[in-house]
DNA sequence: TTAAAGATTACCGCAAGGGTAAGGTCAAGC
DNA sequence: GCTTGACCTTACCCTTGCGGTAATCTTTAA
């Protein structure tokens, strides 16, 4: 199957695709015509990565879970492993972003938004008095 | 002031207030030996910059912030325009994270994490039956 | 005097591809 | 046979926001 199927079928695009020949995570077959050529294992992975990035999983850990799914003498425990470190990581973004939420929604209460220059958003921002 | 020394007091690092400058984000004077000299109002501009930053506007945007922060007859409302993008920018941001973390969570619990290759996790990314 | 500390510019690198150019290939319609 | 359009190829530059390193001044302290 070609490059633009592949893409369609696994939800990643072409460019993707590509991309993962180009750094050595997935390399398709190639036609006579010098087309890359898919078969339905690679799809299985292209699958596989699309599903592990879309969790947040970066394209390295892809490879070490791509690596493990490949492994019949893996432990399950190594698996966990990447993703409870992956879980952390979330957590810990989620934190940053509430802590932003918290901050913008305070700078956003505070400003009339009106034709006025008169601006508490800038204020604070300038280090103005809290409260 | 020299450049560390801004750096320290700002809050950002030496490398950031080199990068601010190429991007003419902040130009600062120059000593008569050539080095970068911060003025007071500079460090206020830096300060003001470090706390965008960290809110989590872009360097593009903090750009904008500064923009209104020094025009007199500037409208609260671009202000507060700002913010309220950069708000929901976060929430889309927070509703991404949380889905992965609850993905994330369900594929931890699911696997035994011991010495056995049987993996549930691996099962999952690789389009495994769901229950 | 000399060595350490701090400054300068310049360039390469990251993640994960997106965009575009210049060109080969293939299938359909005339 | 010919052309057109859709698809493929490689190659190279662009993005964000700096970090790291090198080679080269300047200043400061011992």
New interface residues.
Partial sequence: MNISRAAQQSGLTVKALRYYESIHLLQPGRSANGYRDYSERDL?TL??IQ??RS??FSVEEVRD?LE??Q???????D???L??G??EH??T??RN??E??T???D??QR????????????D????GEHD
Avoid: W
Wanted: positive net charge; charged residues 30%.
């Fill in positions: 299985e699958r596989f599903r592990a969790v947040g879970l493990l799914h492994n019949p003498s893996r432990r399950s425990h698996a966990k492993l993703v409870l992956k879980l979330v957590e973004q989620l972003l509430r932003m939420r901050t913008l929604r700078l956003a400003c009339a938004g009106d034709e006025s220059p008169e601006c508490a958003i800038l604070r921002l300038a280090g």
